[in-house]
């Protein structure tokens, strides 16, 4: 069969080639999702060594997630729409060169003024990577569009939890400067990514055509309206909390249970990768039972705990934020291909909005909660955003999406 018959064949929305879920796209995209963002965490594992060597106070660490989250956020969803637009694949090795820049700049950094520019540089590549890769991921899910958006966040969630790991084996060791040992991964993605790029060039955009006129869904006029933007009030609360979490968890044990640096990133290692599994589960279980049953009990179901976390000793502490980190990590997934449900025809404008919308939120709440955590003390950070998840009530309201 030529080229041109395959993609064809891959338009045709009831061909098997367009319902066949390309696991190994997925997990290439994945693999790079956790190289970029065990990349990009290592800024937040760094904070510690940061606060010590440059004297830095709660609020300007703030300010570095704030301007690695904004830059990040400002620039995905405009990278998502031009892909709507005119699909451009080869982006995603290109933009590992910011990330590989960022990290290069902060094993150098010596003055505030360094360190923002290195997190500035981090949230370019990771707004370069993430619309077009999910697109990407999205190309190849075929008929399973949760497995796949799972498949691809566990990689980045992988990512974030190695990076505290990583920093507690390596830079904690070895300083600031062996960040730059890191910064070659982002040659090794990008040589990944180039091999991605070739394939959807040649068999995505067919799939991705053929996925849009199967996703065709019967909605009263204003309810996708609706919908994403209760799913965006949704992201704000997750991401936020999660910001609590990243930011601020190992002051928090450092602080209330007088815990080493090391025992602290362990201990957020731990979070970490309760977030991975949790997004491994979040994806299929909304593919068999619906997005909205997996969003009432990520963001909802996750309420007693976070109400208990400020109040717990050290031995329950890790066990809680488990549970919190597998609870919340399973909304993403179910949150983004429910928004993309909405949209059909806009899966890269979709998906640069939501991920861009949730770092841009993650980065506000560093930076207020930094602000917070001097004024009143970080365990005073739990307390208030222990509340946040109350905002999944609104999920009573999301349209039920119905296939025609």
């Known amino acids: 069969m030529t080229d041109t018959a395959v993609r064809s064949s ?67 969803p405009l990278v998502g729409l031009y892909a709507d637009r005119r699909s451009n694949p080869w982006v995603l090795p290109g933009g590992t060169l910011f990330s590989l820049a960022g990290l290069a700049v902060l094993s150098v950094a010596h003055v505030y003024g360094l360190v923002l520019l290195g997190a500035c540089l981090l949230g370019v590549g990771s707004s370069v990577f993430h619309p077009e890769s999910s697109r990407v991921a999205r190309m ?14 566990v990689g980045g969630n992988a990512g974030q939890a190695l990076g505290p790991l990583a920093a507690a084996l390596v830079v904690v060791r070895w300083g600031q400067s062996s960040l730059a040992f890191f910064a070659l991964l982002a040659l090794l993605a990008g040589a990944v990514l180039w091999n991605v ?36 009030v949704l992201i704000f609360s997750k991401y936020v909390y999660m910001a609590s979490l990243t930011s601020y968890f190992t002051f928090y044990l450092i602080e209330r249970f007088q815990v080493s640096v090391e025992n602290a990133q362990m201990h957020l290692f731990a979070f970490l990768a309760a ?27 996750v309420l007693p705990f976070t109400l208990a976390l400020p109040y717990a000793n050290l031995f ?77 009530l609104l999920a009573a309201f999301l349209p ?3 296939r025609r």
């Open 197 to 232: 790029a070739v394939w959807a060039r040649h068999h995505g955009a067919a799939r991705l055509a053929a996925g849009g006129r199967k996703i065709a869904i019967d909605l009263p006029k204003g309810a996708a309206g609706k919908g994403i933007a209760i799913l965006l």
């Open 316 to 392: 329950w502490t890790g066990p809680l934020v488990v549970i919190i980190g597998l609870l919340l990590a399973s909304a993403f997934p179910a949150i983004v291909v429910l928004a993309q449900e909405l949209a059909p025809g806009r899966i890269g404008m979709i998906s640069g909005l939501f991920f861009g919308f949730s770092f841009g939120m993650g980065g506000l709440g560093a930076a207020v909660l930094g602000e917070l955590a001097d004024w009143k003390g970080v365990e005073t950070v739990y307390k208030l955003c222990a509340v946040l998840p109350a905002l999944g």
């Open 10 to 76: 891959a338009a045709d929305p009831s061909s098997p080639q367009a319902q066949t879920t390309v696991f190994g796209v997925i997990l290439a995209i994945s693999g790079c999702h956790l190289l970029n963002d065990m990349m990009q965490s290592l800024l937040p594992a760094i904070y510690p060594n940061l606060k010590t060597d440059l004297n830095l106070s709660f609020g300007e660490i703030g300010l570095v997630t704030l301007a690695y989250q904004i830059t990040a956020s400002i620039l995905q």
């Open 140 to 153: 190849a899910a075929g008929g399973r569009p949760g497995l796949a958006q799972s498949l691809f966040q």
């Open 275 to 301: 977030v991975a599994v949790g997004t491994i589960a979040g994806g299929p279980v909304g593919d068999r039972f619906g997005r909205k049953a997996v969003i009432w009990i990520s963001i909802l179901g």
């Open 400 to 402: 039920n999406t119905r």
